[in-house]
């Protein structure tokens, strides 16, 4: 009986990938995340899923912005003063 | 040694931190010397936030010469309203909101989008059984990459994947996952509610992550 109830309370792979930026921004509710951990625990492709997820992240946090130039920050520092003495 | 798959069941990243950062007292006394003049002050601000508003105003407009001008254009309007600023959000949120109205109105990005789905379509039914467990599980590649993944050709490539993407997952993955800043200042700069951003982050991390395991696995 108890087996039933836990089956027909457990998310699946499609449903888990769906929940899965929910579930690393915290948007889940207690007992759906809850699943999504009990799910991850059993199963490697999912869990292999968020992991690579997260390795996108971390990726894309990677790209940086270019360096200021000089000349710019310069031009920049000009309006400034000028506005200051407008 | 290889990372066991269930050592990555990690708790959900924690991003409540700065979730509610209105003005900190070192940006209130930031604030007060911008009143006054002090072009230092004005120049750390410059240094800390003028790549990163060409980088984002590259989310709405089509070309480098544009978003320099939008830029531009978003420290005038920020220095003649620092008299109204009200220290309600952070300094940079607001400069963000103030580039994303000059943004807007400097045009429409004219430019070639590649029509990317939701995850409906990277992750598609065929990778599903109907009952809802993988057919074509994901290939594992992430610790091949570990080391690679800083390497300039990598960064080159997601920077390309980025650009790529429709314009308002684009502008979302870039202030979040690029830039770092939290949930509610995404919200505030662009308007959406939680639910939207976190709908359109979704959608581009899971196109990203896509491509990647294509290029990766195919290296």
């Known amino acids: 009986m108890r087996r039933i109830w836990r089956r027909r309370r457990d998310i699946v792979c499609r449903e888990a990938v769906a929940l899965v930026t929910d579930y690393l921004e915290g948007a889940l509710s207690r007992a759906d995340r809850a699943r999504f951990e009990a799910h991850l625990r059993d199963c490697e492709h999912c869990s292999e899923y968020v992991h690579q997820i997260r390795t996108t992240i971390q990726a894309v946090g990677r790209v940086e912005p270019e360096t200021l130039d000089l000349e710019v920050r310069n031009e920049l520092i000009g309006l400034y003063r000028r506005w200051q003495a407008g | ?219």
């Open chain 2, 1 to 219: 040694m290889t990372q066991s798959w269930r050592d990555r069941a990690e708790r959900p990243i924690d991003f409540s931190a700065g979730e509610t950062r209105s003005t900190s007292r070192d940006e209130a006394e930031l604030l007060g010397r911008l009143r006054n003049g002090d072009t230092t002050a004005f120049g750390s601000l410059v240094d800390r936030y003028h790549t990163q508003m060409i980088q984002f105003a590259l989310t709405f407009v089509s070309s480098r010469a544009l978003a320099e001008e939008v830029a531009q254009d978003t420290w005038l309007g920020f220095v003649r309203s620092l008299d109204r600023f009200e220290g309600r959000c952070s300094l940079q949120t607001w400069i963000y909101k103030i580039l994303a109205n000059r943004a807007r109105t400097t045009g429409v990005r004219a430019r070639r989008t590649v029509a990317v789905g939701g995850p409906e379509l990277a992750l598609g039914s065929k990778y599903f059984t109907e009952g809802g467990s993988w057919v074509v599980p994901p290939v594992p590649w992430t610790d091949e990459v570990d080391d690679r993944l800083s390497a300039p050709i990598v960064i080159k490539r997601i920077r390309a994947l980025i650009e790529e993407l429709p314009e308002s997952q684009r502008q979302v993955v870039t202030l979040r996952d690029v830039q770092g800043l939290s949930k509610p200042e995404v919200c505030e700069i662009l308007g959406i509610s939680e639910g939207n951003q976190r709908v359109l982050l979704h959608r581009a991390r899971t196109w990203i992550r896509k491509q990647l395991e294509e290029e990766v696995t195919g290296w």
